[in-house]
């Protein structure tokens, strides 16, 4: 009698445990109060133990095939547009991608961690021809074939449908580098008279061989969201090892300070580790997507940022030097201690193909050069993402 009493006693307290337990999370305040709040609060996040149990499916065989032992994984997101060449004449970006890979400084072995999100099946096609780690991305309803008009509804849901995936990762316990997305095709209208315009002029004020990307990032905000990077060297010995560092993201343009909320960010490439906090930027980041109609993620992930999310979820985030991780809106300045190569700031995918293999010719000609002697060396002018912001919209295609 006394054992089933106590049996009973026992039922009751653990009861009244998960209660309260349930009760902190669905009572928990929302994270924000403003045009910006999910409609409903992130859900508690789960556990290592919780994530790492869940039953194996394909992508979970495509990350366990791919990750690192400590679980890391680099993500590439590609569509059609990415892995066919744009011309007779010039590879695809998807082929300077895995050259970049090759000619790298101890990248090679990179590309057996490596998972290719093929939003396609050209894209998936590709991939699985080159005997890379593969993953289809499906969503219905919804052509990620082509290059996407910038901002046009099929861009912005193949931008959240991304960010969704990211959140899965994520909760299955695995940190990764993102580093590429699909094609898109910027669309400025008047704006990008107005863009020409100031271009002009400014060539007449400095003179058009001193003009550069940096400049016109200078000018004018660049909207660039086509993600094209280059490995010239292993990131990782670049990027921290503190666990407590939970971001690790690019900028367009670094201010010097790597804890400044003020860099300019830039999620075309940033290292990110599975934990509770991470995974609450996630949620939260995917579900005001609700309320910012006609925004694209980063520009929401910028707005969360400028209201404190970073802060109010404890995360602890380092903005990368542009020293290391460049793009051609700030090339680096040291061939030495460049790690990739961004072409960022460029209007259309045929101009950043020429670009970026001017990139490669000059990574070439440094590697080869016997000297150690650098103070000679520079990069190739960026002329093809120079000249793509005269170019009409009927030929980014």
Not at 7 to 13: D, E, V
Not at 124 to 139: G, V
Request: net charge positive; charged share 25%.
């Amino acid at each position: 009698m006394d054992y089933t009493k106590n049996s009973i006693s026992k039922l009751a307290i653990f009861s009244l445990f998960l209660a309260s337990v349930t009760a902190l999370c669905v009572w928990a305040p929302k994270p924000f109060n403003s045009f910006f709040s999910p409609d409903q609060n992130p859900p508690c996040p789960q556990s290592n133990w919780a994530v790492q149990s869940l039953p194996k499916d394909e992508l979970e065989e495509a990350l366990s095939k791919a990750s690192m032992a400590d679980r890391t994984v680099i993500i590439a997101v590609v569509n059609k547009a990415y892995v066919e060449p744009h011309d007779n004449k010039s590879p695809a970006m998807f082929d300077i991608f895995l050259e970049s890979f090759w000619l790298g400084e101890d990248t090679r072995p990179l590309l057996d961690h490596l998972l290719l999100v093929a939003v396609d099946q050209t894209s998936y096609e590709r991939c699985k021809f080159r005997r890379l780690n593969c993953y289809k991305l499906e969503t219905a309803g919804v052509d990620f074939t082509g290059e996407k008009l910038y901002m046009s509804e099929d861009f912005i849901n193949m931008m959240w449908r991304r960010t969704r995936f990211l959140l899965d990762v994520l909760n299955r316990g695995y940190n990764f580098i993102f580093t590429l997305t699909p094609s898109w095709v910027n669309k400025f209208g008047l704006g990008s008279i107005i863009f020409s315009r100031i271009v002009e002029l400014k060539m007449l004020e400095i003179g058009p061989r001193e003009m550069t990307i940096a400049h016109l990032h200078k000018w004018v905000p660049c909207e660039d969201k086509d993600t094209d990077v280059m490995w010239l060297r292993n990131p990782f010995s670049k990027l921290s090892k503190i666990e407590t560092e939970d971001i690790q993201m690019s900028t367009d343009v670094f201010n010097g300070n790597p804890w400044s909320k003020r860099n300019m960010i830039n999620t075309g490439f940033y290292y990110i580790r599975s934990n509770k906090k991470t995974i609450s930027l996630f949620r939260v980041w995917y579900a005001v997507r609700r309320k910012a109609a006609g925004m694209k993620e980063q520009d929401v992930l910028t707005s969360l940022v400028n209201r404190g999310i970073f802060k109010r979820l404890g995360l602890k985030v380092r903005f990368l030097d542009t020293l290391y991780f460049s793009g051609f809106c700030s090339d680096s300045g040291d061939v030495k201690a460049v790690t990739t190569v961004h072409a960022n700031c460029c209007r259309s995918i045929h101009a950043k193909v020429a670009d970026l293999r001017a990139v490669l010719g000059d990574w070439k000609g440094f590697k080869d050069s016997s000297s150690n002697d650098t103070s000679g060396f520079h990069w190739s002018r960026h002329n093809g993402c120079m000249h793509s912001w005269h170019e009409s919209n009927n030929t980014l295609s």
